[in-house]
């Protein structure tokens, strides 16, 4: 659900304040736009970050990071002075260095000394060697690369004052902008599993490790969603990528996904279904992704997501065709009025800026198949996923996000 907490020039305001603006009155003319979360940290936050011990930044340096997400906010609702801006911002993920880095420090249960390592599919691996040898090479060794903290007792969710801070910060930035539109991404119980490597002494099955963790998330996922006018985002990057990252589950991808879909529908009972949304992807990477999952099998697990809105990839190379898929499903299942498909219509992981044509052509494509109300556009992942790590520059992303603005925008 986008809760609507303001309106801004070239966009159309949603008058059904507090309402399931996911569907919203019915548009003619206009596709409603977001993006998936992570934005460009600037040099002075990179800096703060590469010296925080924690991969979170503390209310010590509140008004560095609460400039940073204000200009995040800005650049999602006026693209390079347009007129045009997304619908549903984020505040960039500004005061976090990676969209799971800073999770320890929001659980008791990891250690503060001992590390493991992030166990890497040999397959990945070689498909990065063949298709990608200067990010292989950058990586170094999986040892070096990622080096987590240990598993050492249960954890226990600590986090939620934190996670409540930065809700109530984002949504007065975001009426001080005045944004339509608010949303916070937290990650799956899912996608935590593929970063921090369970430890058997602890929880004996991947089962035990995801549920429990899907029991404790749930009090982020209540703390942000406290916070009026906010859209919780689960970023699940599992519910796909884990194909070919997720080697230490110890059981198959397609086998594990039904279950990691439950632990999302488990920590999200009894919250307004509304007001989230969960983004699946492939990984944000660049490479030839030939052994990605199948989205013929993982779409029909994305559907029984109890949430207002899915946000997936549909605009690289390689998954742009799962619009064929998708209408395939519609078809032979029918699409829920319920749920609406952010559909990425921007690629994040090449500089190639996409035309406003593109942009509008995908969009009806989409339109097509689970309704205008239900199309919304996006971007396929987040541009700056982890701090310093991003596929394309800042000023390139400025154009891609004008052309996802104003592309929608462009009459049907």
């Not at 001992?114 to 292989?136: C, F, G, Q, Y």
């Not at 990057?237 to 996904?257: E, I, N, R, V």
């Not at 492939?282 to 992704?289: E, F, I, L, P, T």
Request: glycine share 10%; aromatic share 8%; proline share 7%.
């Amino acid at each position: 659900m986008a809760v609507f907490v303001g309106s801004k020039a070239g966009t159309r305001a949603n008058p059904q304040i507090g309402t399931d603006a996911f569907r919203g009155p019915e548009r003619k003319m206009t596709y409603r736009t977001t993006m998936t979360g992570s934005w460009f940290r600037p040099k002075e936050i990179l800096s703060l970050l590469a010296a925080s011990p924690t991969g979170e930044l503390g209310v010590g340096h509140a008004d560095t990071y609460l400039a940073a997400e204000r200009a995040t906010i800005r650049e999602q609702l006026h693209p390079l002075g347009s007129a045009h801006g997304l619908d549903e911002v984020s505040n960039g993920q500004q005061r976090v260095a990676g969209y799971t880095s800073f999770l320890p420090h929001r659980f008791t249960g990891f250690s503060a000394t001992e590390r493991v390592s992030m166990p890497m599919n040999t397959e990945l691996l070689e498909d990065l060697v063949e298709s990608n040898p200067a990010m292989a090479a950058a990586m170094g060794s999986v040892e070096r690369s990622f080096s987590l903290p240990k598993i050492v007792a249960p954890l226990a969710y600590a986090g939620a004052e934190s996670a409540a801070r930065e809700a109530h910060d984002a949504v007065r930035l975001a009426k001080e902008e005045r944004a339509p539109s608010l949303f916070l991404p937290s990650p799956s119980p899912g996608v935590i599993t593929i970063f921090y490597p369970n430890n058997p002494e602890i929880y004996p099955t991947h089962l035990d490790y995801l549920n429990a963790l899907s029991h404790e998330l749930a009090k982020e996922y209540r703390a942000i969603l406290e916070v009026p006018g906010t859209v919780l985002q689960i970023d699940a990057p599992d519910l796909a990528m884990g194909k070919q990252t997720a080697s230490g589950w110890g059981t198959d991808f397609y086998a594990a996904l039904p279950h990691h879909v439950d632990a999302i529908n488990s920590a999200i009972r009894g919250l307004p279904r509304e007001r989230v949304r969960v983004h699946y992807c492939y990984g944000n990477y660049a490479a030839s992704h030939e052994t990605d999952a199948d989205f013929a099998r993982v779409l029909p697990e994305l559907a029984r997501l109890r949430v207002g809105a899915i946000v997936g990839e549909l605009a690289n190379p390689r998954h742009e065709g799962d619009l064929v898929l998708l209408g395939r499903y519609a078809r032979e299942q029918g699409w829920p009025s319920h749920l609406a498909f952010v559909g990425g219509v921007i690629d994040v992981k090449t500089p190639i800026v996409e035309s406003k044509e593109t942009v509008r052509m995908r969009l009806d494509l989409l339109g097509k198949i689970v309704g205008e109300e239900n199309a919304w556009g996006g971007t396929d992942c987040g541009f700056e996923t982890f701090a310093g790590m991003n596929g394309v520059t800042h000023p390139v992303a400025l154009r891609k996000l004008r052309a996802l603005a104003e592309g929608a925008a462009l009459p049907g």
